[in-house]
């Protein structure tokens, strides 16, 4: 039959003893020659029944159905019939290539989208008609009791053994396609993690049936095991590991969902980016990462449903965008207090602090800080002596306040 082909071959049924034939594993018995000349008209009409029985009873092959998936049925029932019937007449048969056939129909059910089930029902099907005609013909032919109950025994043996290579080629296709639809998705997250151009995108979205969204929020949150379980289990996100870091993109409402979920389930912070095109999710990811390190550093904080909105938050990201380069110009601008020692450091910071955020009088600071009014005064005369006119100049004053704001937690640390 050239209308179906199917491709490589199962080892283990290449395998079959060169020393057992398939009537001798199955314990079929050996008819006469004359017995099994009048049985095979009968074959025929035997594969006949069951095609068209599978055709109106098993859903997934029915008569409207996918052409191949007939043929295929069509050509697996009248070879499996045709051994069956070879092997009891003593034909040297072992049943590879029906056994590789089998298998072929098995991963061609699972590509075209069938279930289990239907291969069951079929199979069930086939037992029934093939036990039921061979009873009667073994009768009108004159044969024993132990014969017919050999014949009975060695079919159902043989059944299963077709069923067992169709599930084994059902598997194996559906392990494969499962694969290639992992490998797909996580190619799309990669794609879109790397600012891939819009039409390679949308190219990657078909690979993996992934709908490409007009627009993505990422999320991102600390990876532990159950976080990543939850990610993986809804279908309408992509997500991935990256630096310890799950991430996850989908579209807004799906990705909000599930982040509100995993922050409910495992009470881990989720960062959340704003909504931007597939072609931005890179620098979306970078946002989000980014708002995770800042609420991890204490910069920020996280709200009562544990979710982070980073773009509530887009001049600390802006101002902690590169933390190296941050800490020099800080560094730079702080020089007088990073000469002191850390617990005179902090003391002079925090008065400094408060004072270019409020400009209220000695006392009023003394009293915010929990101190003496004198002790406030000493400190601001030596800040005056460390900083000189810069206090004095509102342009310097502002960078002095954003370089003590973005600084204050570390020195807090390293006291």
């Known amino acids: 039959m050239t209308a179906l082909t199917h491709h490589g071959s199962d080892r283990e049924a290449t395998r079959t003893s060169n020393r057992t034939s398939l009537r001798e594993a199955l314990g079929l018995p050996l008819l006469p020659a004359d017995v099994v000349a009048a049985y095979r008209p009968r074959s025929v009409e035997l594969t006949r029944r069951i095609v068209e029985r599978i055709r109106a009873e098993v ?58 089930d239907a291969m069951r029902a079929a199979h069930q099907i086939a037992t029934q008609e093939s036990w039921t005609d061979l009873q009667l013909a073994a009768s009108e032919l004159g044969q024993s009791a132990e014969v017919v109950s050999a014949l009975g025994a060695g079919l159902l043996a043989y059944q299963k053994r077709l069923f067992e290579h169709a599930v084994r080629g059902f ?42 969204p007009d627009e993505v929020v990422v999320a991102v949150t600390r990876d532990t095991e159950e976080t990543t379980r939850l990610a993986s289990t809804c279908t309408g996100a992509l ?36 909504s931007v095109p597939p072609a931005q999710t890179h620098l979306a990811c970078r946002w989000a990462s980014r708002g995770l390190s800042l609420l991890q550093e204490g910069v920020i904080s996280t709200a009562a449903d544990g979710l982070v909105e980073v773009e509530q ?61 004198q002790t406030v005064r000493h400190r601001l005369r030596r800040l005056r002596d460390l900083f000189g006119s810069r206090l004095e100049d509102p342009t310097q004053t502002a960078t002095l306040l954003n370089a003590l704001e973005s600084s204050m937690l570390r020195w807090r640390r390293a006291v």
């Not at 991935?240 to 799950?246: E, M, P, S």
């Open 59 to 116: 859903a997934g092959f029915a008569a409207q159905g996918d052409p191949k998936i007939h043929l295929g049925i069509d050509e697996a029932i009248r070879r499996a019939v045709e051994l069956f019937v070879d092997t009891i007449a003593g034909a040297p048969t072992q049943g590879t290539e029906v056994f590789t056939f089998y298998q072929w129909v098995g991963s061609y059910q699972s590509t075209a989208g069938l279930n289990l």
């Open 171 to 212: 598997a194996r296709a559906s392990a494969r396609a499962r694969r290639d639809h992992d490998e797909g998705r996580a190619a799309m997250l990669v794609g879109l993690l790397r600012g891939t151009c819009p039409s390679e995108l949308a190219m990657l979205a078909e690979r993996c049936s992934w709908t490409l």
């Open 239 to 274: 997500s991935g590991v990256q630096h310890g870091r799950l991430i996850v993109v989908a579209a807004p409402d799906v990705t909000r969902a599930l982040a509100r979920d995993v922050a409910d389930r495992t009470g881990e912070a989720v960062s959340l980016a704003w």
């Open 313 to 373: 938050h887009q001049d600390l990201l802006c101002t902690h965008a590169d933390p190296a380069l941050r800490r020099l110009l800080d560094e730079r601008e702080l020089a007088p207090l990073l000469a002191q020692t850390p617990k005179r450091r902090m003391a002079l910071a925090e008065t400094l602090l408060l004072w270019l955020q409020t400009h209220h009088s000695a006392p009023a600071l003394a009293s915010e800080l929990g101190v003496h009014d």
